[in-house]
């Protein structure tokens, strides 16, 4: 029989030739252990299910699952690594996130992809590659479906450098995020030419500069920061694209219309952009401001941290650039958008990091003096609560825009410090 082609933790894979038409396949065969026979049977289900150009189909199989076979594939990424260039790497991932999706959409979660799992399979008359995703032995099955886990509750699943951190303590909480972050380790194994470790950060650089914020996305430690499902994933990758040829004012007008145009959800490419560029007025004035309110509200109240720091710069862009031609009424948009995030922070009950971005907003509202403005935020200052109410009398002070909000003694914020501070007594 020969040697095998490969041999992995639970199986062998064989060439072998099909007697009924003499064609060449792989077969793979469960070593011998029960858990193999197993994981067998699983792939042998689940990839016969998905039928997709970018899953290994099934050929044949045993009833009792100690084999089936499968097309002959040229070899897997691993190996095929250096015959492959960077526009090679993102059809890859391409295809894959296509594959993904169409098994997350099924409830079907693979949860370990890597580079030796990805197979390429030759086209016999032009000799392309298509790339499968092979080794559904770890997949998590729809619920109703599961009859025996292959592993403990509480044990690890996937492969050490490419298993999402969620996964190391209970490997079957692992859903679609987990997927994204092995591609994206996958990615940057490729670009960095370096295995990566445990959850050590892998980033590109220099030349592949590029590729760092797409790397960044799907490999980030918190589930929420990562693009939320493959057709986010597919987003990012065209980015990689856009960003080298156009400047990131140009990058972030595209993004802003796309989001727009097609009511998106996912900010976490716009917000890199802007937190890569905080020196530019044009990007934070003429386009990140322009994210509609409802949308930038959702984010702002799970990202705080970074929906301070945009806001304060937006605020910050406000006083020093040069308006030029523009609309002096246009200035409502940008101040309106670190309003929208200021009201969520004090809603959220972070009165710190409100009170950072009501400083430089109240300084922006003064260098504007937009009686449009002013109403908004005086209708906002009069609802909100004693201990808003502190920080906003705070930051106000801190802005010199105390006079700015005077108003009669018929006023009536909510906050008694709000009131002492801003309704001014004499007035008749
Ligand atoms: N269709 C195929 N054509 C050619 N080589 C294959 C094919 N399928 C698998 N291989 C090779 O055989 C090796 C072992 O296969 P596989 O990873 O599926 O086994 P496993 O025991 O399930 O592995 P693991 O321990 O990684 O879960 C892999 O390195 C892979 O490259």
Known sequence: MGDPIGVGGFARVWKAKRKADGEIVALKESRDVSLGR??????????????????????EFDPDSRWFTMPLAKGNLHELRNQLNEEDLATLIHVISDALSVAHEAKYFHRDITPKNILA??????????WVIADWGLVRQPDSQVSQRLTKTGAALGTYGYAAPETWWNGHVATAPADVYSLGRVAAWFICNQEPAGNEELLPEGPQQHWRAFVRACTSREIARRPTSMAAVKE????VFLQPSVMPTEHMRVLIDDFIIQQGQDLSAIVDLALEHRESSLLYIDHLARIPSAQLEVWAAAESTNASALAQNMARHLVSMDWDNRDRDYANTP???????????????????????????????????????????????????????QAMAQALRAAGAVEYHHQSPSWQPRSVTLRTALVTQNSS
């Open 38 to 59: 197993e994981r067998l049977r699983r792939e042998i289900d689940v990839q016969s299910k998905l039928a997709h150009p970018h899953i290994m189909p099934i050929l």
């Open 335 to 389: 101040l309106n958008f670190v309003l929208v995030i200021l009201k969520v922070l004090l809603s959220n009950a972070r009165y710190g990091l409100g009170e950072d971005v009501a400083e430089e907003y109240f300084r922006a509202e003064l260098h504007w003096n937009s009686p449009r403005q002013k109403i908004r935020t005086e209708s906002w200052l009069e609802r909100l609560d004693e201990k808003a109410g």
């Open 236 to 239: 990012r990758l065209d980015a």
């Open 121 to 130: 399979l030759e086209n016999p008359v032009d000799g392309d590659l298509r």
